[in-house]
């Protein structure tokens, strides 16, 4: 009988290694799939941070070029409702008068309304007589026929053009020759 319990405690002992085996092999492919898993959970998370972190510069981006145009749109409008008084200044001011001291103070608050306006980068479109005509700044409400002059040049300004930057608040109001 201990010659047959022998061959069972035997084939009973490889049963047990072979079993230990599967389980170690098991554990050692559980072992690298978590890792695997973890990676790809790792993977995922860091495409989605990095998209989240994109997303968020373009917003801040954004945020900052729309609160720059608003401030520009506030601007513009608020330059439009005085262009009528610049307009007015500039008329008194070429109006001929016998008192010196209105004409002088009509000049002064002129300058003063021309420093607000430079304060707040608003700039003149360049419109006098003898320049090149460009459509983008000026606005021709006339056309003359003169020799003296070239082709699409500038020959009398009706109003002031005015822009902020590269925005144009009002077109100059032209005569324009030839």
């Not at 405690?9 to 599967?22: G, R």
Request: hydrophobic share 40%.
């Amino acid at each position: 009988m201990s010659k047959k319990k022998q061959p069972e405690a035997a084939e009973t002992e490889q049963k047990a290694a072979e079993q230990a085996a599967a389980q170690e092999e098991t554990a050692e492919a559980a072992a690298a799939q978590p890792a695997e898993d973890w990676k790809a959970k790792f993977e995922e998370l860091n495409d989605r941070y990095l998209r989240m972190a994109a997303e968020y510069d373009n917003f801040r981006k954004r945020s900052q070029r729309e609160r720059e145009q608003t401030y520009s749109d506030a601007v513009s409008h608020a330059v439009t409702a005085l262009l009528p008084t610049y307009d007015n200044l500039e008329r008194a001011i070429k109006a001929e008068t016998a008192d010196a001291e209105y004409k002088k103070g009509v000049e002064l608050t002129m300058n003063q309304l021309t420093e607000s306006l430079k304060g707040l980068n608003v700039t003149l479109i360049e419109a006098s007589a003898g320049t090149a005509f460009d459509p983008n700044f000026h606005n021709a409400v006339m056309h003359v026929e003169d020799e003296s002059l070239g082709e699409s040049v500038i020959a009398e300004v009706f109003q002031q053009g005015f822009r902020i930057g590269d925005k144009v608040i009002r077109h100059a109001m032209v005569k324009v020759a030839n």
